[in-house]
Nanobody
Framework: QVQLVESGGGLVQAGGSLRLSCGAS????????MGWFRQAPGKEREFVAR????????TYADSVKGRFTISRDNSKNTVYLQMNSLKPEDTAVYYC???????????????WGQGTQVTVSS
């Protein structure tokens, strides 16, 4: 019912910043909890950040707290992930996900984007 498309990935040096965007189709974007996940080579897909339907509540993985900020603009059907002070360990494919209900595990989210590559060089 909702299509997600990530953008904004690329190559950045350690300590730099990058902003990811995820555009969603449909007229019910505000009905979805949005999340960001990432998967590094040879590793499991892991939770990065989550934002409530209204944007009033955010949740972050310990590994990115203080460095990443998730936000959303419901008028534009878009969720963002601002990534600052990037580290080589942040290198991964980043995915946005959507679900009408609160989920904890990545596998439980109903909708996913295609992913965007983020590479942080040292």
């Amino acid at each position: 019912q909702v299509q997600l498309v990530e953008s904004g990935g690329g190559l950045v040096q350690a300590g730099g910043s990058l902003r990811l965007s995820c555009g969603a189709s449909g007229r019910t974007f505000s009905s979805y909890i949005m999340g960001w996940f990432r998967q590094a080579p040879g590793k499991e897909r892991e939770f990065v950040a989550r934002i409530s339907k209204s944007g009033s509540t955010t949740t972050y993985a310990d590994s990115v707290k203080g460095r990443f900020t998730i936000s959303r603009d419901n008028s534009k059907n878009t969720v963002y992930l601002q990534m600052n002070s990037l580290k080589p360990e942040d290198t991964a494919v980043y995915y946005c996900a959507a679900d009408q209900y609160l989920k904890v595990r990545a596998v439980d989210y109903d909708y996913w984007g295609q992913g965007t590559q983020v590479t942080v060089s040292s």
